[in-house]
């Protein structure tokens, strides 16, 4: 059984940068895409972005393209997200989780495994 970890958040300013970490543990890791979710309060989970099983192809919600970037090691089996140019807006608890394929989407049924979750907030 696949599990997930996140780590690497923390406070942050405006502008600044942060790499979050997605550990797995279980041998489905290989067979699965991932993707990072996150959710401030009160507002529903949202997907960030996906990445397939080989990491040769990754999507990105409309509000994170052009500043965060997921990459996948399938040696660690660890998958990253690499945030820069974070905005107030961006402040929320990551979630990564897995599906078959990233095709879904950010459609949350189509995921599981999700990992506890990791707390960035971006503020001066």
């Known amino acids: 059984q696949l599990q997930l970890v996140e780590s690497g958040g923390g406070l942050v300013q405006p502008g600044g940068s942060l790499r979050l970490s997605c550990a797995a543990s279980?041998?489905?890791?290989?067979?699965?895409?991932i993707g990072w979710f996150r959710q401030a309060p009160g507002k529903e989970r949202e997907g960030v972005s996906c990445?397939?099983?080989?990491?040769?192809?990754?999507d990105y919600a409309d509000s994170v393209k052009g500043r965060f970037t997921i990459s996948r090691d399938n040696i660690r089996k660890m998958v990253y997200l690499q945030m820069t140019s974070l905005k107030p807006e961006d402040t929320a608890v990551y979630y990564c989780?897995?599906?078959?394929?990233?095709?879904?989407?950010?459609?949350?049924?189509?995921?599981?495994?999700w990992g506890q979750g990791t707390q960035v907030t971006v503020s001066s």
């Open positions: 989780a897995a599906a078959i394929d990233c095709a879904s989407g950010f459609e949350l049924s189509q995921y599981d495994s």
């Open positions: 279980g041998f489905t890791f290989f067979r699965s895409a």
């Open positions: 990445i397939s099983i080989s990491g040769g192809t990754a």
